[in-house]
C-alpha cells in the first residue's frame, strides 16, 4: 500500500472503532510516587482497576503527581475505571500518611477524531521529557510508550505468568484477597508488566507506519500545548523545541533574525499558544527579562 491508502485505513480503523476517551488526573501539590516501589505499586493498581472492565488501554502515563490515560472503550466503564483507581489510590495514599483522594478531579474527555487522538497519543509518550525528565520519549519505564514500535520487546526478558505466582504473591502484588485476574498478566520483581495490560498493537494501528509515529512524536511538539491547553493540563517545552517552532513561524533560520515587531508579536504568540513563562520567552527571544516582565506583568502574590 501507498501512503494515502495507509492513512485511509487508519482513518477506517478509527471510525470503526471507539469511542476514545482521554483521562487525566488533577496535578497535586504532594508526591503520588516517590520511589521505585510506589511506581510499582501505582502501576499494580492501573492494571486492578482496569481488569474485567470491557476497555482498551491504548497509552498511559504516570508522572509523580498526576498521570494519564488513553482508553478506547465505552464512557461508563472508563468511569467505573475511574472510580475504581481513585478509591484505590486514595486508600494507598491514606496508608502513606497523606490526604485522601476520595475528592481527587480525574477528567474525562471524548476524543472525535484521529488527529486528536494521534496528538493525545504522542502526547503521553512526551509528557515525562516535557516535564523535563533526563529520559527520551520512549525511554521512560512507567509509561506504555517504550512499548510502541518497539519490535526489542519479543526478545527482552520476560516475566512470570501471574497465574504462576503463589496465593502470597498473587495477594502482596494486587492488594486483595481477590487474584483472579487476566492470563495476559505477566510479573517481574513485583511489577504487572504493562505489556500484559496496555493495548499497544491497537495504538499502533493509527499510524500509517512506525516511520510516522517516531517522526510527529519528535518533531510535531507543537501539538503539545494544543493538547495541553485541551484537557487543562500546564506544560512549559523545552527551549529547543520553542526555538524550532519559532524559527518556523517566520521562516528563519535563527530567531536573532527577527524584526522588533516580530519579537513582539511572537512573545504574544508563545504565551496564548505555547504557555511559555516570561523567563522562557526572555530567553528564546533574547530581551530583557524586564522588558518581558512589563509585557506580561506577573501577579503579586498577596
Not at 476517551?21 to 510499582?40: A, D, G, M, R, Y
Request: net charge neutral; proline share 5%; hydrophobic share 40%.
Amino acid at each position: 500500500m501507498n501512503y494515502w491508502e495507509r492513512e485511509n485505513r487508519c482513518e477506517r480503523i478509527f471510525r470503526e472503532g471507539g469511542p476514545f476517551f482521554i483521562v487525566t488526573t488533577e496535578n497535586l501539590p504532594w508526591l503520588l510516587f516517590s520511589s521505585e516501589q510506589e511506581f510499582k505499586d501505582g502501576t499494580n493498581m492501573m492494571a486492578v482497576a482496569l481488569a474485567g472492565l470491557e476497555l482498551r488501554l491504548l497509552n498511559d502515563v504516570e508522572m509523580n503527581n498526576h498521570l494519564h490515560f488513553l482508553f478506547e472503550g465505552p464512557c461508563g466503564q472508563v468511569e467505573e475505571f475511574a472510580d475504581r483507581f481513585r478509591k484505590m489510590m486514595s486508600r494507598y495514599q491514606i496508608k502513606r500518611g497523606n490526604p485522601s483522594l476520595a475528592q481527587w478531579d480525574i477528567q474525562i474527555k471524548p476524543i472525535s477524531d484521529l488527529r486528536n487522538l494521534r496528538n493525545a497519543i504522542l502526547y503521553i509518550s512526551r509528557n515525562p521529557y516535557v516535564a523535563g525528565r533526563d529520559v527520551t520519549p520512549t525511554g521512560y519505564r512507567w509509561s506504555g510508550a517504550h512499548l510502541m514500535f518497539n519490535e526489542n520487546i519479543t526478545h527482552c526478558s520476560r516475566g512470570i505468568p501471574f497465574n504462576k505466582l503463589t496465593y502470597r504473591e498473587k495477594r502482596c502484588i494486587v492488594q486483595s484477597r481477590i487474584i483472579d485476574f487476566p492470563v495476559t498478566w505477566e510479573v517481574l520483581d513485583g511489577l504487572i508488566l504493562r505489556s500484559g495490560f496496555v493495548d499497544y498493537r491497537r495504538a499502533e494501528a493509527f499510524f500509517e507506519s512506525a516511520h510516522q509515529y517516531f517522526y510527529m512524536l519528535t518533531r510535531k511538539v507543537e501539538a503539545d500545548a494544543e493538547t495541553a491547553r485541551w484537557i487543562g493540563e500546564i506544560i512549559q517545552l523545552p527551549n529547543e523545541d520553542v526555538f524550532r517552532i519559532v524559527s518556523d513561524w517566520y521562516k528563519v533560520k535563527t530567531v536573532s533574525l527577527l524584526l522588533p515587531d516580530q519579537r513582539l508579536e511572537a512573545a504574544r504568540r508563545m504565551k496564548a499558544e505555547l504557555m511559555s513563562g516570561n523567563k522562557q520567552i526572555a530567553q528564546v527571544l533574547r530581551l530583557p527579562i524586564d522588558q518581558v516582565n512589563q509585557f506580561f506583568p506577573v501577579p503579586k502574590s498577596s
